[in-house]
């Protein structure tokens, strides 16, 4: 992620590189589905669906600037 300012000035924008970030995330996600059949006479599916979401962590790191000045 790089993190910028813009500057203006007679007209003309700028934009500048404040800081260089980077994010790291960890997260799993998973989902199945189970099926079963019954016979009380008839014959019958039933399906369940079962989801999970779990984050395990989540952090950012300045690398270069982040100070707010202009680099």
Do not use: D, H
């Not at 790291?24 to 369940?48: L, M, P």
């Not at 669906?49 to 982040?66: A, M, Q, V």
């Amino acid at each position: 992620m790089l993190c910028t300012r813009r500057l203006q000035t007679n007209n003309y924008t700028f934009e500048c590189i404040v800081g260089i970030t980077v994010k790291f995330t960890g997260e799993a996600e998973c989902q199945w589905t189970e099926t079963s059949v019954y016979r009380n006479g008839k014959t019958e599916k039933e399906a369940t669906i079962y989801r999970g979401y779990e984050k395990y962590f989540e952090n950012s790191e300045t690398l270069f600037g982040g100070t707010g000045e202009l680099i």
